[in-house]
């Protein structure tokens, strides 16, 4: 390795390099291979269910049932698969957040090279808009400032000037120009690193899985032992094996839902896909679900709650102090004192300050196709964006004499420049030291001496905007006759306060987010001061603010105490989200993440539910998440936890639905088989009732709106069943009249045929589940208050499912595959009046419960 800063490394040299220390580039994962998304389809325990019973009914030699059972476990798979292999598709690959190239000095000239050809010691260029390639320490530099507020969570650009100065991968360049050694590449990069960290993170199932996983436990047990039981009770009794084997097989067919995965699926791709008109992309299909039900929401600052865009919204002058309305860098906002608009035109005072604005800035404003763009660092995009509200002068670009360049030691910027009033001295730069540079500060008739008064005022104006969170920039100038660049007798002009904003649309998601009852936990990169100063401009309001240093001292039971009231993390590092995000879970607490930078990734990996930003967001993030905003807007996070409380309300009802079906078909199979009576149903109308009918009606109920006051409720518990005990007693008060009603109707008309008998009670059980459904719209209301007709799908599939049983008792090809024959008037005039009470008792008891309730009330 060389130290001639004009040769850089051979290209020798760089190859013996890439032994050692490999490439520059992330270890590449296996990727969303196809076949292994659609493998993750048949994973679930109720699929499994339903594959081990087309195994069984396929060596009994019930070729129509295995088809049957087939054709929904593929459908399933299908519709889970497309889902995921679009949302995978929608996302770039995490290699792609390395930059594709990088000008690098080797062999002693400049070239352009593949950034993964970058080794350590290499020499790099950078300038103003590039994204850095290395890690890398800053050798020569020019007025170079980066962006790191991906890597940090800090949303002032960081400037790289003196010695230590470093630049670090993924982080753009805002200002200046640099060149810079190579001292870590690929996975030894802080960027590497912290995606290492990302990968550690074990998957994790959502908590819709968990659930559904249990459910499906139990149902399977207790199909089989119940199976196993009336198999053995009928052999006990006298009857074929052979029977009672397929006896035992529909009892089991009839148990379990086999409808379930496949609705579940289909809601849940239906809700991704309104999802996606808000501008959500659900990247796992039941991880909204999980949304729906987070008590907290740890989320990041910059980017997130805020618009990531520097803006001026406070001036103080000594003679007073204005407000700047509009924010980011269009332009269009005002700026006021005492509720009168100011323009350089009108208040010299206040001209003098932005003519600073404007002629000590090399940032500057575009507008393009109805939109405004800023090219420069952040903070001179704010002034520049200040000085068009107070419709100034722009200056010559061409009229700059002399220029002091920005640095850390001086912690100034100024520019000698030609003006219509000539030569000026034009001065930017942190209060404290600029203050003692001035030797005049405006007064109402022009510049006069600064007193130790003036001074002391204007350090009780600095610390009031800092304590707001502002960054603060003072602003100076003075004549320059001699056309030399002098800072020893400046006049002080005033203060600007900068605040990176908070998108306008935050503050009303918060407190719907604190409607819902979901706790909101600032955890960021930036200043306590900013940090807490966003916070209360939002309405978060928290109880106390710790550092990454206070959290690095305390236990794991004392952070977990602390994060039990209403507290704000600031300078997190990325090991610190993990932690909280970690300890919340330990309490029981279903957490999503928020965030768009590479620091928010494993924290995104480890929470119940990661929600990656889409236009900000890094790759990274965005590959760590479960859910991305298109639109970068907290408010539809909102929508989706909305969407997610539906799906789950949804989820309990066709559930409830299903299972109550089933419920009736078990009970009359059970009871018909301790009679001693023919089979009821066959195992083909098993999978009738349970595959054509219950599904395509389940799915409907899917489809319901939310119900009145749902996001005024608070989330569910983390142990909450699906079902309960009142969803079991509504299962088996359904079930028991279903189940008896049927087998009343079967034994009446046994005595004149089988086959009319068992297809009356078939079609009894199909058209009881039909009209049962109005019963499950809602949990609490009569359909009279939610409307009939408020789910016209619904309506559809009992259209649909309906007269596709007709078809089933009247078309010959059908009544043969389902051993039906065709009913008469007397039949069905018994299957209606048998329905009515499934319509009527629950809609009167819902009105009975709905009064006690408004009466309470």
Same mark, same amino acid.
């Given at each position: 390795m060389t130290d001639d800063l004009t040769l850089g490394l051979t290209s020798d040299q760089a190859n013996a390099l890439h032994t050692t220390h490999g490439w #520059?580039?992330?270890?590449?994962?296996?990727?969303?291979?196809?076949?292994?998304?659609?493998? @993750?389809?048949?994973?679930?325990?109720?699929?499994?269910?339903?594959?081990?019973?087309?195994?069984?009914?396929?060596?009994?030699?019930?070729?129509?049932?295995?088809?049957?059972?087939?054709?929904? &476990?593929?459908?399933?798979?299908?519709?889970?698969?497309?889902?995921?292999?679009? *949302?995978?598709?929608?996302?770039?690959?995490?290699?792609?957040?390395?930059?594709?190239?990088?000008?690098?000095?080797?062999?002693?000239?400049?070239?352009?090279?593949?950034?993964?050809?970058?080794?350590?010691?290499?020499?790099?260029?950078?300038?103003?808009?590039?994204?850095?390639? *290395?890690?890398?320490?800053?050798?020569?530099?020019?007025?170079?400032?980066a962006d790191e507020s991906a890597l940090t969570g800090e949303s002032v650009p960081v400037v790289k000037d003196g010695s230590g100065a470093a630049l670090y991968t993924g982080t753009n360049v805002v200002e200046g120009r640099g060149m810079g050694r190579v001292t870590a590449i690929g996975t030894q990069t802080r960027f590497g690193q912290i995606a290492v960290l990302t990968g550690s993170v074990v998957q994790r199932q959502t908590h819709l899985q968990r659930q559904l996983g249990q459910l499906a436990k139990q149902l399977g047990i207790a199909a089989l032992l119940i199976a196993a039981m009336i198999m053995g009770l009928g052999v006990w009794t006298g009857?074929?094996?052979?029977?009672?084997?397929?006896?035992?097989?529909?009892?089991?067919?009839?148990?379990?839902?086999?409808?379930?995965?496949?609705?579940?699926?289909?809601?849940?791709?239906?809700?991704?896909?309104?999802? %996606?008109?808000?501008?959500?992309?659900? @990247?796992?299909?039941?991880?909204?679900?999980?949304?729906?039900?987070?008590?907290?929401?740890?989320?990041?600052?910059?980017?997130?709650?805020?618009?990531?865009?520097?803006?001026?919204?406070e001036i103080w002058t000594p003679q007073g102090s204005y407000s700047v309305t509009g924010t980011g860098y269009d332009p269009s906002g005002h700026i006021k004192k005492d509720g009168d608009k100011r323009r350089a035109s009108n208040d010299p005072v206040l001209a003098a300050l932005l003519e600073v604005c404007a002629g000590c800035n090399h940032?500057?404003?575009?507008?393009? !196709?109805?939109?405004?763009?800023?090219?420069?660092?952040?903070?001179?995009?704010?002034?520049?964006?200040?000085?068009?509200?107070?419709?100034? *002068?722009?200056?010559?670009?061409?009229?700059?004499?002399?220029? #002091?360049?920005? #640095?850390?030691?001086?912690?100034?910027?100024?520019?000698?420049?030609?003006?219509?009033?000539?030569?000026?001295?034009?001065?930017?730069?942190?209060?404290?030291?600029?203050?003692?540079?001035?030797?005049?500060?405006?007064?109402? #008739?022009?510049?006069?001496?600064?007193?130790? +008064?003036?001074?002391?005022?204007?350090?009780?104006?600095?610390?009031?905007?800092?304590?707001?969170?502002?960054?603060?920039?003072?602003?100076?100038?003075?004549?320059?006759?001699?056309?030399?660049?002098?800072?020893?007798?400046?006049?002080?002009?005033?203060?600007?306060?900068?605040?990176?904003?908070?998108?306008?649309?935050?503050?009303?998601?918060?407190?719907?987010?604190?409607?819902?009852?979901?706790?909101?936990?600032?955890?960021?990169?930036?200043?306590?001061?900013?940090?807490?100063? &966003?916070?209360?401009?939002?309405?978060?309001?928290?109880? !106390? %603010?710790?550092?990454?240093?206070?959290?690095?001292?305390? !236990?794991?039971?004392?952070?977990?105490? @602390?994060?039990?009231?209403?507290?704000?993390? *600031?300078? +997190?590092?990325?090991?610190?989200?993990?932690?909280?995000?970690?300890?919340?879970?330990?309490?029981?607490?279903?957490?999503?993440?928020?965030?768009?930078?590479?620091?928010?990734?494993?924290?995104?990996?480890?929470?119940?539910?990661?929600?990656?930003?889409?236009?900000?967001?890094?790759?990274?993030?965005?590959? +760590? !998440?479960?859910?991305?905003?298109?639109?970068?807007?907290?408010?539809?996070? &909102?929508?989706? &936890?909305?969407?997610?409380r539906r799906q789950f309300d949804n989820l309990r009802k066709f559930v409830r639905y299903l299972l109550s079906s089933n419920a009736g078909e078990v009970i009359a199979l059970v009871c018909n088989i301790i009679i001693g009576g023919?089979?009821?149903?066959?195992?083909?109308?098993?999978?009738?009732?349970?595959?054509i009918t219950d599904g395509l009606t389940a799915v409907a109920l899917g489809l319901e709106k939310p119900e009145a006051g749902q996001m005024q409720e608070p989330p569910r518990p983390m142990n909450a069943p699906i079902l309960g005990w009142s969803g079991v007693a509504l299962i088996v008060i359904f079930g028991l009249y279903t189940g008896t009603s049927s087998l009343w109707i079967f034994w009446s008309l046994l005595h004149i045929d089988e086959t009319l008998a068992r297809t009356a009670a078939f079609t009894a059980m199909v058209v009881f589940e039909k009209f049962s459904v109005f019963a499950f719209r809602s949990l609490r209301e009569p359909c009279s208050r939610i409307g009939w007709a408020s789910n016209p799908f619904l309506l559809l599939a009992l259209a649909v499912t309906l007269g596709a049983q007709v078809v089933a008792v009247y078309w010959t090809p059908l009544q043969t595959l389902l051993h039906t024959t065709g009913l008469g008037w007397a039949e069905w005039q018994m299957i209606g009046l048998f329905t009515l009470p499934l319509i009527i008792v629950p809609e009167l008891f819902k009105m009975i419960m709905l009064r006690g309730r408004t009466n309470g009330a």
């Amino acid at each position: 390795m060389t130290d001639d800063l004009t040769l850089g490394l051979t290209s020798d040299q760089a190859n013996a390099l890439h032994t050692t220390h490999g490439w #520059n580039e992330l270890p590449q994962g296996a990727g969303p291979k196809p076949l292994r998304i659609l493998l @993750r389809q048949f994973t679930n325990v109720l699929v499994i269910i339903l594959i081990i019973a087309a195994v069984i009914a396929f060596v009994a030699g019930e070729r129509i049932d295995t088809i049957a059972i087939v054709i929904v &476990i593929l459908l399933n798979g299908i519709l889970g698969f497309v889902q995921e292999w679009r *949302a995978e598709n929608a996302l770039q690959s995490l290699s792609n957040m390395m930059s594709p190239q990088a000008t690098v000095l080797r062999d002693g000239r400049q070239m352009i090279i593949p950034a993964r050809d970058l080794a350590p010691g290499d020499l790099i260029i950078v300038a103003a808009g590039d994204r850095v390639p *290395a890690d890398a320490d800053v050798i020569e530099q020019t007025s170079l400032s980066a962006d790191e507020s991906a890597l940090t969570g800090e949303s002032v650009p960081v400037v790289k000037d003196g010695s230590g100065a470093a630049l670090y991968t993924g982080t753009n360049v805002v200002e200046g120009r640099g060149m810079g050694r190579v001292t870590a590449i690929g996975t030894q990069t802080r960027f590497g690193q912290i995606a290492v960290l990302t990968g550690s993170v074990v998957q994790r199932q959502t908590h819709l899985q968990r659930q559904l996983g249990q459910l499906a436990k139990q149902l399977g047990i207790a199909a089989l032992l119940i199976a196993a039981m009336i198999m053995g009770l009928g052999v006990w009794t006298g009857r074929p094996l052979t029977e009672m084997f397929m006896t035992g097989i529909s009892l089991a067919v009839a148990m379990v839902p086999e409808g379930l995965p496949a609705v579940v699926t289909i809601t849940i791709a239906l809700g991704a896909a309104a999802l %996606v008109r808000q501008n959500a992309l659900t @990247r796992r299909l039941q991880a909204v679900e999980t949304l729906g039900a987070a008590s907290v929401i740890c989320t990041d600052k910059t980017g997130t709650l805020t618009e990531n865009k520097m803006t001026a919204t406070e001036i103080w002058t000594p003679q007073g102090s204005y407000s700047v309305t509009g924010t980011g860098y269009d332009p269009s906002g005002h700026i006021k004192k005492d509720g009168d608009k100011r323009r350089a035109s009108n208040d010299p005072v206040l001209a003098a300050l932005l003519e600073v604005c404007a002629g000590c800035n090399h940032a500057s404003l575009h507008h393009e !196709s109805g939109a405004w763009t800023m090219i420069g660092s952040p903070t001179e995009g704010a002034l520049i964006t200040l000085a068009y509200k107070g419709w100034t *002068a722009l200056p010559d670009p061409a009229g700059i004499i002399a220029e #002091n360049p920005f #640095n850390s030691d001086a912690k100034r910027m100024s520019i000698l420049r030609h003006t219509p009033s000539g030569p000026k001295v034009l001065t930017k730069g942190a209060p404290e030291q600029l203050r003692d540079l001035c030797t005049a500060i405006t007064g109402p #008739n022009g510049p006069e001496p600064l007193t130790d +008064a003036c001074r002391a005022q204007i350090e009780a104006a600095y610390t009031d905007m800092a304590a707001n969170g502002h960054r603060v920039i003072a602003l100076a100038a003075a004549p320059a006759p001699d056309n030399t660049l002098r800072e020893d007798a400046l006049v002080f002009l005033g203060l600007i306060g900068i605040i990176d904003p908070p998108r306008p649309e935050v503050a009303a998601a918060v407190a719907q987010a604190h409607a819902a009852g979901t706790r909101i936990i600032m955890i960021t990169g930036d200043s306590p001061v900013t940090a807490k100063a &966003i916070a209360e401009a939002i309405g978060l309001n928290p109880q !106390s %603010v710790m550092t990454h240093d206070a959290l690095a001292v305390m !236990s794991d039971t004392e952070l977990t105490q @602390r994060l039990d009231s209403d507290t704000l993390i *600031a300078r +997190a590092e990325p090991a610190d989200k993990m932690r909280i995000v970690a300890l919340l879970q330990a309490t029981g607490q279903i957490v999503a993440m928020t965030g768009d930078g590479v620091n928010d990734a494993p924290a995104l990996e480890q929470a119940d539910i990661g929600i990656a930003m889409g236009i900000r967001g890094t790759d990274v993030a965005k590959e +760590a !998440s479960d859910l991305v905003l298109l639109d970068d807007n907290f408010a539809t996070i &909102i929508a989706a &936890i909305r969407e997610g409380r539906r799906q789950f309300d949804n989820l309990r009802k066709f559930v409830r639905y299903l299972l109550s079906s089933n419920a009736g078909e078990v009970i009359a199979l059970v009871c018909n088989i301790i009679i001693g009576g023919p089979l009821i149903f066959l195992a083909t109308q098993i999978l009738w009732m349970n595959l054509i009918t219950d599904g395509l009606t389940a799915v409907a109920l899917g489809l319901e709106k939310p119900e009145a006051g749902q996001m005024q409720e608070p989330p569910r518990p983390m142990n909450a069943p699906i079902l309960g005990w009142s969803g079991v007693a509504l299962i088996v008060i359904f079930g028991l009249y279903t189940g008896t009603s049927s087998l009343w109707i079967f034994w009446s008309l046994l005595h004149i045929d089988e086959t009319l008998a068992r297809t009356a009670a078939f079609t009894a059980m199909v058209v009881f589940e039909k009209f049962s459904v109005f019963a499950f719209r809602s949990l609490r209301e009569p359909c009279s208050r939610i409307g009939w007709a408020s789910n016209p799908f619904l309506l559809l599939a009992l259209a649909v499912t309906l007269g596709a049983q007709v078809v089933a008792v009247y078309w010959t090809p059908l009544q043969t595959l389902l051993h039906t024959t065709g009913l008469g008037w007397a039949e069905w005039q018994m299957i209606g009046l048998f329905t009515l009470p499934l319509i009527i008792v629950p809609e009167l008891f819902k009105m009975i419960m709905l009064r006690g309730r408004t009466n309470g009330a």
